[in-house]
């Protein structure tokens, strides 16, 4: 239901999109976002942006990623620009979505996508 898609080998402080393609308006989600997961380490949320459009980033992407969607309703991708990118930036990057409902939260993943930092 959601591909990620975009990821590849970049040089520090060069720059990536990624984008997320949902089977279905974007609009119908609550939520969606990107999170990531580096070798060894927990999946952590790099951002997140309601339905209102409201975006929250994680500390250690703010001022360098920028998650954006097209404001139109029947679109269906979201993107991440991440800009000067770092090695600790290296990880498979998530693309999430979530619909609540009365029985509670229905969550979707995409399969990830592999982004690495290396000169």
């Known amino acids: 239901q959601l591909q990620a898609s975009g990821g590849g080998l970049v040089q520090p402080g060069g720059s990536l999109r990624l984008s997320c393609a949902a089977s279905?308006?974007?609009?119908?989600?609550?939520?969606m976002g990107w999170y990531r997961q580096a070798p060894g380490k927990q999946r952590e949320l790099v951002a997140d942006?309601?339905?209102?459009?409201?975006?929250?980033?994680a500390d250690s992407v703010k001022g360098r990623f920028t998650f954006s969607r097209d404001n139109e309703k029947n679109v269906n991708v979201v993107y991440l620009q991440m800009n000067s990118l770092k090695p600790e930036d290296t990880a498979v990057y998530y693309c999430s979505a979530a619909r609540f409902t009365t029985w509670g939260t229905n969550e979707y993943w995409g399969q990830g996508t592999q982004v690495t930092v290396s000169s």
């Open positions: 279905e308006s974007i609009f119908s989600f609550n939520n």
């Open positions: 942006i309601t339905r209102a459009g409201s975006i929250t980033y």
